[in-house]
């Protein structure tokens, strides 16, 4: 079993930064993709960012691209998320889990609990 906890989030003004991590135990990420998504309420779970560690290949969703970016240090088994430019919209719960290669959440295996980003105007 691989145990996920995300940390870094918090209440920002809009415009600002954050960089979520994302700490694994149990297995290593080395043996799975691993993806970021956030789910605000009332709505579905997004996709936002993926990483492929055998090839270091990363891809994201159109809503991501230019603001978030995905890398990871496979070595500490941790992912993270540099949001930058952040907009009230961005307010969510954030997660990250490990499976395949995939941008929906049917495609990963291991969640995380969550961390909340807020943002101020």
Known sequence: QVQLVESGGGLVQAGGSLRLSCAASGRTFSDYAVGWFRQAPGKEREFLAALNWSAYLVKYAESAKGRFTISGDNTKNTVY???????????????????????VPRNYYYWGQGTQVAVST
Do not use: F, R, S
């Open 81 to 103: 998320l540099q949001m930058n430019a952040l907009k009230p919209e961005d307010k969510a719960v954030y997660y990250c889990a490990a499976g395949d290669y995939g941008v």
